[in-house]
């Protein structure tokens, strides 16, 4: 695995300095790119900036002269001192004991490991938030779940936040690799921290910076595929019960991680859920954790999705590094997962990331939209070797937006004969599937544009698209070195609504019903430059037919826009993939994610 650092978020959308670092955050490939340019071999290296000041921050001035302090060494402490930094705790039992008011600290001892359970009792406030952390030289201290059989059984979790909030988590590792059933507590759950509201009120205020979590496993392995939706283990989980009584509704608002490492992980490292509401009870938005931000941090190598979101409001994952998930690394891990699938979700908009070599049997694209969500914009984002594909749309879903990002051999799993659309790779799959058993419903107006789709390995893909008002153009398809786009099926059916595709670029072997459907084709040479190394390549040279042959159709815009969890997004694009200005209103822009006009590279040192 390589060491990749991530581009602070507060520069969305990039331009100037701030992108050509994020760009240079590629994985270390070797690609040779025959459209317009052959024969190149680059590495690029990781390097990025540090991330953006957190909302807390802001407060440490009146969070030192507020609140008690509290040391844990588990090497020197001993729960019969004072918890002063001269005379530590020394037990996770010990702190869970104390009521925590508004500004307390709590540090652990670096290099030393705390095995039980930490039960966060008492709340902070939003001026003066709980703060725990670390303190000393040396690796950060760990935290974990890990007791054994002879303390009856390893805890469900190391973490526990259960109805309490304006908590901050910094510096820390933990880990729950859980061997030992414990009564009481199911073998297929495992969390490192989780952060539940089973109360009557809102919790807001989360932030976890600076942690890395790794090695959480349940007791019970994955044994078989069946087995995959029953298995609830993750490195961070953020749960609500569902809302039953009026008057009570709750959720979980405001959370913020970042610059966290995830790594060897059963299943999931990020999961937020939430019961949704008993009918006439709640909204769209107390019924779903509500603005959610998860940015700069890096996955490596996790049995399935990097982040799930599950019933959220206002969700933004951005600058996150995916590089392996859906792994099989370890014989207890699934082996099944796109990077992030939404799943009834209202307003999220994934970009600027990148997803690497993502595994697996069924979905396990770059980015996926699951079911039923509203208001999805998979924007500015790289995906390379992605086993299951570039786009998978789901049913019941309304405005789904795929848009300037860059797309390198995805969708190259084996399909023998008879294989159903499911578990095919594809390009393009678009679906009114709600699982089993379920009546079909077609996703309503979706927009796939201005991406770039490169394959340059012999594999064939499938195209299959059954759905409402779906708008495909201004996209680039190039297909060379013996593969197919398409030669695995397509299947397109509009369930008598408009289909719109035109102003897309076909070059190489693409099958011809999918490029019949085009009512403004353009054919030829993409001329990319072939300058840099990864997706820099894909810029376009002067003279390129992509040039100003697009059309100018913005889609829909992103609702909130500006302010909240959104305030550095804007509701359409102003830039390409690559920081060209760019403007879907008026004129002529490009097709797919560049819009250079005169084959101009605006990312300096990362695309020499």
Not at 263 to 270: P, S, Y
Not at 306 to 330: K, M, R, W
Not at 338 to 367: A, F, K, M
Request: net charge neutral; proline share 5%; hydrophobic share 30%.
């Amino acid at each position: 695995m390589t060491n990749n650092s991530i581009v602070r978020s507060d520069d969305s959308p990039f331009t100037g300095i701030a992108r050509r670092k994020f760009l240079k955050t590629t994985a270390t490939a070797a690609l040779g790119f025959a459209c317009g340019a052959s024969g190149f071999k680059a590495e690029a290296s990781h390097t990025g900036v540090e991330g953006a000041a957190l909302p807390f921050d802001q407060h440490k001035g009146r969070q030192n002269a507020k609140g008690n302090s509290y040391y844990l060494s588990s090497a020197a402490g001993n729960d019969k001192n004072d918890g002063t930094i001269n005379a530590p705790w020394k037990t996770l039992s010990k702190i869970s004991s104390v009521s925590l008011l508004p500004g307390d600290r709590v540090y652990f001892k670096k290099g030393d490991r705390f095995d039980g359970h930490f039960v966060v009792s008492g709340a902070g406030s939003d001026k003066y938030p709980v703060v725990i952390s670390s303190y000393g030289t040396g690796p950060k201290p760990v935290i974990t779940g890990e007791v054994g059989s002879s303390e009856g059984g390893d805890y469900r979790e190391a973490i526990y936040i259960n109805n309490v909030d304006n908590i901050v988590l910094d510096g820390l590792e933990v880990n729950n690799e859980r061997k030992a059933s414990r009564a009481g507590v199911t073998d297929v759950d495992a969390y490192g921290v989780y952060v539940n509201n089973t109360g009557t009120k809102v919790m807001k205020n989360f932030i976890l910076r600076n942690m890395t979590f790794q090695n959480v496993y349940a007791v019970k392995p994955m044994l078989a595929r069946e087995d995959f939706d029953h298995l609830e283990v993750a490195a961070v989980h953020f749960a609500s019960a569902k809302n039953t009584r009026k008057g009570e509704e709750k959720n979980i608002q405001n959370v913020l991680i970042e610059k966290c490492y995830f790594t060897n992980i059963q299943r999931l490292g990020i999961n937020f859920t939430h019961g949704g509401g008993k009918e006439n009870v709640g909204n769209d938005s107390i019924n779903r954790n509500m603005d959610l931000v998860v940015r700069n941090n890096k996955f490596h190598y996790l049995g399935g999705t990097c982040v799930l979101p599950q019933a959220t409001y206002n969700c933004l994952i951005e600058n996150n590094l995916f590089d392996h998930p859906g792994a099989s690394v370890d014989p207890r891990m699934p082996g099944r997962g796109s990077s992030v699938w939404p799943i009834h979700c209202i307003t999220t908009v994934i970009q600027h990331n990148q997803c690497l070599s993502i595994r697996g049997y069924e979905d396990s694209d770059g980015l996926h939209i699951d079911h039923e969500n509203v208001n999805t914009f998979i924007q500015y984002n790289y995906m390379k070797d992605c086993e299951g594909g570039f786009v998978e749309i789901l049913g019941g879903n309304v405005n789904s937006v795929y848009r300037f990002n860059v797309s390198v051999n995805d969708g190259w799993r084996k399909s023998p004969p008879g294989t159903p659309v499911w578990k095919q790779g594809h390009t393009l799959w678009i679906s009114g599937s709600l699982g089993k058993n379920k009546k079909s419903v077609p996703p309503e107006n979706t927009y796939i544009y201005n991406n770039t789709v490169y394959v340059d390995k012999d594999f064939p893909t499938a195209i299959d698209i059954r759905g409402h008002n779906t708008f495909i153009y201004n996209n680039i398809f190039c297909c060379i070195s013996g593969g197919k786009i398409g030669g695995e099926d397509v299947v397109v059916k509009n369930n008598e609504t408009p289909f719109y595709m035109s102003n897309n670029l076909f070059y190489g072997t693409i099958d011809g019903q999918f490029e019949k459907l085009d009512r403004n084709p353009i054919r030829g040479n993409p001329q990319f430059s072939g300058r840099g190394s990864d997706f820099c390549q894909l810029q376009l040279s002067a003279g390129s037919p992509a040039i100003n042959q697009g059309v100018a159709k913005r889609g829909p815009a992103i609702p909130g826009a500006g302010t909240g969890v959104f305030k550095n997004v804007p509701p359409y694009p102003t830039v390409d993939f690559y920081g060209n200005p760019v403007d879907m209103s008026v004129g002529t822009p490009n097709v797919g994610a560049c819009n250079a006009k005169n084959g101009e590279t605006l990312l300096g040192s990362a695309c020499p």
